[in-house]
């Protein structure tokens, strides 16, 4: 059986795993800069993991400033097949209360523009499916593994993605409500897109911290009250952290592992050799 090596990015509140051993500290460079930290290596019930905080130790990257392409590619430098992302968001449902967890299985995107969501250009061309944007089976992994935490968790969702780093406009939050969406946060996308690129497996545990300022007789979002929530969320992240990689530790049966399969436009022979060589890990196998 093929052992799994599982990654685990984590937002707001979330900085390291517990329980981990045989841990080690790894410093990568990529082609697309540093990471965001470190990486930290180790082994959780048996399975090989590596965790990444997603602003950097001390919480020191603004949203639009995580070097979303550094951190996936190191990811998949590491032999990460799956990666869990673990965010803080704000509720847009009243049936999602501060505290919940949601399992979000669509993105909506509202960044400005500010971020790298690729890993193509520079001489190379790819176009890839991201109708279902979060692995399938590894949400419904997460999903089981928050039942059993003791979490009131939420399956499926739209989690929209702002620019931040503000909260929302009163008449923001209105609309977006208006939508339909679940949840709002500001990292997910482009993080999601370029692990598909990546052909990694993604799913989010999603903490929900607050009700943004829609509701009216809740206190608008602020980061006092954020940070309450969050101390009592990271707890039980950790816990469906642990449930789920008892269940991670086998190979994936899921298309994530192929998404660029026949994603690749450009004449194989025209792609420049630095852009080449930057991209092997990713579309090596199918350039021989």
Known sequence: MEQMTIGVIGGSGLYEIEGLTDIAEVRL????????????????????????????????????????????????MLGVQRIISVSAVGS?????????IVIPDQFFDRTQGKRASTFFGNGVVGHLTFADPVCADLSTILYEAAQRAGATVHSGGTY??????????????????????????????????????????YGTVALATDYDCWHDSHDDVSVEAIMEIIKQNVATAREIIKQSVRALGSAPHCACGEALKFAIMTDHALIPAQTRLDLELFIGKYLS
């Open 29 to 76: 460079e990529t082609p697309f800069g540093d990471p965001s930290d470190a990486y930290i290596t180790g082994v959780l019930e048996g399975v090989k993991m590596v965790f990444l905080p997603r602003h950097g130790r001390g919480h020191r990257l603004l949203p639009s400033e995580v070097p979303y392409q550094a951190n996936i590619y190191g990811m998949k």
């Open 92 to 100: 847009m449902k009243e049936e999602i209360v501060p505290g919940h």
């Open 160 to 201: 929209i993605c702002i620019e931040g780093p503000n909260f929302s406009t009163r008449a923001e939050s209105t609309i977006y409500r208006s939508w339909g969406v679940d949840v709002i946060g500001m990292t997910n996308i482009p993080e999601a897109r370029l692990a598909r690129e990546a052909e990694i497996c």
